[in-house]
């Protein structure tokens, strides 16, 4: 008996130390407490839909061992560390150095170069693995041990740089989706997978690894990084037809020759065939073109002769200006540019007449010049993430724009032109230092969504009120103290974010927003809701601050239908004795509720106590305890 029960100490002890040495790995890398992250958008049906996300590490110990799904990415370490071993119930883990999309608020203080460079042995020891996700790190090689996770589904290992595949691999009887491009590697394995379904992977790998592809006998659906839309496709067995017909070399006629070169550019560049199509029939047609990350400097005279492009992306690459190539693409309704180090546009740009969408996101642009209001079929224009200081004249003849991206310049101001967009639907102007808006705003009768946020306004327009069809409201982080009544207009409203800004209360008026359904009002100093917060019907996501006011909860515990609300609070054990307060007839029920302290640089770390007791005060909630970011 003795012996037994020292067995069991022991383990328990054993628990305890790994437990409480990865939660300190997680305090030393700046993990956070597992939060959930909202990121809203509109679907093609004009619903919104939340594609938000959980990331962070949970610091309750009955959570986390309980744990299926762990996303610890947007780290920056060089392993993985060794106490994930012990959740061998997750089925989804994420180690992902920076995915796209929304990043969360800790993003800025854990960037940094460091990644992991290899895949633990002991990964085969999370037997319930369904999806594994390791993209973007500096990974080299996948080791024989990760062929024990025989319910692996999903394999993603793209953008890292992986030179060999233990051939073990192969035997992942249950794999149907890999992931692996953006690597340097052979592939004799591949033909050994039998379920997959999908793959994707460089073009220019292809070249070397088609062979292992014919033989798969489940394979649909094969993605390139360089097709811009949609997959290649082919019956189970068919592919090895597929690929004898796409490479068959044909000789070229006397007014064909030019297409040796585009060849020629293409093999030097290290271009894949299915970017650069390798038969003078599918070249001539070509009609979608995605050359990101490819390193360009310039593109071939010859270039100009691909007239039938209708899209043509060549992101990520080391252009100085835009390729006077281009300017021949008479046909061009799609051009990206982003991300190429531009610090100005060339006039003939305007001569792009059947441009719809222009996107040159994160460049170095300053200005912008006269010749894009000759682009009358423009749709959309991003000029995101630039240095921009003003925008006037030089874009006010685009009456086809609905959505403009102007967020992330160096804006003060904005012109009374914004008037002039009348089919706008998408704006942005977050992250500028705007201080104030014109009243010509009210001429976006058609804007659906603006984003305001990080900027430097202290009041609003009563012209924005005039905005009936605006769904979405984005003003948080600025500066605002008060909100005209005329928003009370803003019938189809769904959206409002008032974070962090210097109001003390909202107005009743709040009510009469019948389709208001996600609110977020922390960062500021109210201490009570309005009456009319119970006449809102679809009011389903709450964000504000606590400050373990008694009115407040009270109040709180007469919503009905609330799915998520977040409460950032001050003094826990306030806020547990006023819980304690409720009866069962009074309490508050939400679906999800998450409850963060001030930074954990300031405050003690939320105890299992503290955690267990709310719990048992909330049953029928899922709470996230979690810390706000310094």
Aim: overall charge negative; glycine content about 4%.
């Amino acid at each position: 008996m003795e012996s037994e029960q020292f067995n069991n100490s022991s383990l328990v002890k054993a628990k305890e130390l790994w437990i409480s040495e990865l939660y300190k790995w997680a305090d030393d890398n700046n993990i956070p407490e597992l939060e959930y992250y909202e990121d809203i958008y509109e679907d093609d049906n004009g619903e919104l839909v939340d594609y938000g996300f959980w990331v962070g590490l949970p610091r309750d110990s009955d959570i986390l061992l309980n744990l299926e799904e762990l996303n610890l990415s947007w780290h920056n370490c060089i392993e993985i560390p060794d106490q994930i071993r012990h959740l061998t119930k997750l089925k989804k883990l994420e180690f992902i150095k920076s995915p796209c999309g929304l990043m969360p608020t800790f993003y800025d203080t854990s960037e940094g170069p460091n990644k992991i460079t290899q895949i633990p042995d002991w990964v085969a020891e999370l037997v319930n693995l369904e999806v594994l996700d390791l993209s973007g790190n500096a990974i080299e090689i996948v080791p024989k041990s990760i062929a024990q996770l025989q319910n692996l589904k999903q394999l993603f290992l793209q953008d890292n740089e992986i030179v060999f595949v233990d051939g073990a691999l192969g035997q992942l009887n249950n794999l149907e989706v890999l992931w692996i491009q953006g690597n340097s590697l052979y592939g004799y394995w591949l033909t050994q997978l039998n379920k997959l379904d999908v793959l994707w992977m460089e073009d220019n790998v292809l070249k070397i690894l088609r062979d292992s592809i014919m033989p798969l006998k489940s394979l649909t659906e094969l993605y390139l990084d360089g097709q811009l839309s949609e997959p290649l496709k082919a019956r189970p067995g068919d592919w090895q037809k597929f690929f004898s017909e796409i490479t068959t070399q044909i000789p070229l006629k006397d007014d064909e020759l030019w297409m040796q070169d585009i060849w020629d550019w293409s093999n030097d560049n290290n271009i894949g065939f299915f970017q650069i199509p390798g038969t003078p029939e599918s070249l001539l047609h070509l009609s979608e073109l995605n050359l990101n990350r490819k390193n360009l400097k310039s593109l071939p005279d010859s270039f100009s002769k691909l007239n039938n492009i209708k899209k043509l992306s060549i992101s990520q690459n080391q252009f100085d200006t835009i390729p006077s190539q281009i300017r021949r693409l008479g046909k061009l309704t799609s051009l990206s540019l982003n991300e190429c180090h531009l610090t100005c546009l060339p006039e003939w740009i305007g001569e792009l007449i059947k441009i719809e969408e222009l996107s040159l996101y994160s460049n170095q642009l300053s200005s912008i010049p006269d010749g894009l209001s000759k682009l009358k079929n423009l749709i959309t224009l991003n000029l995101g993430n630039n240095e921009i200081i003003s925008f006037s004249g030089s874009i006010k003849c685009l009456a086809k724009l609905e959505s403009l991206f102007l967020g992330g310049n160096k804006l003060t101001c904005v012109s009374d032109v914004i008037g002039e967009f009348k089919k706008l639907t998408y704006l942005d102007l977050s992250h500028n230092n705007i201080s104030s808006l014109p009243s010509a705003i009210k001429g976006l009768s058609n804007l659906e969504y603006i984003s305001l946020g990080y900027n430097s306004l202290t009041t609003l327009p009563r012209e924005l009120g005039n905005l009936e069809k605006l769904k979405i409201l984005n003003l948080g982080n600025n500066q605002i103290n008060c909100l005209p009544d005329s928003l009370k207009n803003l019938s189809n409203l769904s959206s409002l974010q008032l974070q962090n800004n210097r109001l003390v209360s909202l107005p009743e008026w709040l009510g009469e927003l019948k389709e208001l359904a996600y609110l977020n009002v922390t960062g500021n100093q109210i201490t009570r809701l309005p009456d009319c917060i119970k006449s809102l019907p679809k009011l389903m996501n709450l964000s504000l601050d606590g400050h373990n006011s008694p009115s407040l909860l009270d109040q709180l515990c007469e919503l009905d239908g609330l799915d998520s609300l977040a409460l950032n609070i001050n003094d826990r054990y306030e806020l547990i004795c006023l819980l304690n307060k409720y009866t069962n007839s009074h309490r508050l029920t939400v679906k999800n509720l998450t409850l963060r302290l001030p930074p954990i640089d300031y405050v003690l770390p939320w105890s299992d106590d503290h955690k267990r007791h709310i719990k048992e005060l909330l049953p029928s909630s899922t709470i996230c305890f979690s810390y706000n970011v310094a």
